[in-house]
Nanobody, 126 residues
Framework: QVQLVESGGGLVQAGGSLRLTCAASGRTISGYAMAWFRQAPGKEREFVAG????????YYADSVKGRFTISRDNAKNTVYLQVNSLTPEDTAIYYC???????????????????WGQGTQVTVSS
């Protein structure tokens, strides 16, 4: 099973940007869909962005389209999430996740992801 470690979170003012990084170890992420989820206090964990194992188009929650960008670098075994134009509603713990089954298309369902990081806190002040 792959181990995932997120970093790059922090406190930022509304309108600001961050670059979240997910470093994988233990096995390659190549061949696996990768995604970012987030969980705000008192709310359920939700899909934010994902990318298929083969690359190609990325997929985003409607609430972050046009502001967030997911990318993957299989050579570095790393996934990134560039978050721009942040609002207080983006405040949450952001989690990186790896697909459970190799060569399976991206899903937005939490149960389709078998490996999770510990999360990185993003706090946006107004």
């Amino acid at each position: 099973q792959v181990q995932l470690v997120e970093s790059g979170g922090g406190l930022v003012q509304a309108g600001g940007s961050l670059r979240l990084t997910c470093a994988a170890s233990g096995r390659t992420i190549s061949g696996y869909a990768m995604a970012w989820f987030r969980q705000a206090p008192g709310k359920e964990r939700e899909f934010v962005a994902g990318v298929n194992w083969s690359g190609g188009p990325s997929y985003y929650a409607d609430s972050v389209k046009g502001r967030f960008t997911i990318s993957r670098d299989n050579a570095k075994n790393t996934v990134y999430l560039q978050v721009n134009s942040l609002t207080p509603e983006d405040t949450a713990i952001y989690y990186c996740a790896a697909g459970r089954t190799p060569y399976r298309s991206l899903s937005r369902g939490i149960s389709d992801f078998g490996s999770w990081g510990q999360g990185t806190q993003v706090t946006v002040s107004s």
